[in-house]
């Protein structure tokens, strides 16, 4: 069964990093294919964020650039995210991605948010 597996999505303050993490069954994890992240912001279409092309070089949307790195390690089957100088711009669900073998797999995604607010506690008074 192939499988992609996210991590690493969190709530983080404007400026700040985080790592996503995505875990690939080795069934697919080649070099010849395309792999990358996606994500969708509320209201939004799903956009391309970064890529490895099937010839191995990298690739990534305008507005990620110099702040985005996509890297992967074939040893343990699993590609990374690292996001630096986070905007609430970048707020969003975010995909692993991967297209081989005439097939398209999707992992079950994780969220990113970037805001300056918490995310909130609930407080319910009851009589």
């Known amino acids: 069964q192939v499988m992609l597996v996210e991590s690493g999505g969190d709530l983080v303050r404007p400026g700040g990093s985080l790592t996503l993490s995505c875990v690939i069954s080795?069934?697919?994890?080649?070099?010849?294919?395309?792999m990358g992240w996606y994500r969708q912001a509320p209201g939004k279409e799903r956009e391309l964020v970064a890529t490895?092309?099937?010839?191995?070089?990298?690739t990534y949307a305008d507005s990620v650039k110099g702040r985005f790195t996509v890297s992967r390690d074939t040893t343990v089957n699993t590609m990374w995210l690292l996001m630096n100088s986070l905007k609430p711009s970048d707020t969003g669900v975010y995909y692993c991605?991967?297209?081989?073998?005439?097939?398209?797999?999707?992992?079950?995604?994780?969220?990113?948010?970037?805001?300056?607010w918490g995310q909130g506690t609930q407080v319910t008074v009851s009589i």
């Open positions: 991605n991967v297209q081989y073998g005439g097939s398209i797999y999707w992992g079950q995604s994780t969220q990113v948010t970037v805001s300056s």
């Open positions: 080795q069934s697919i994890f080649s070099r010849h294919a395309l």
């Open positions: 490895f092309t099937t010839g191995g070089s990298r």
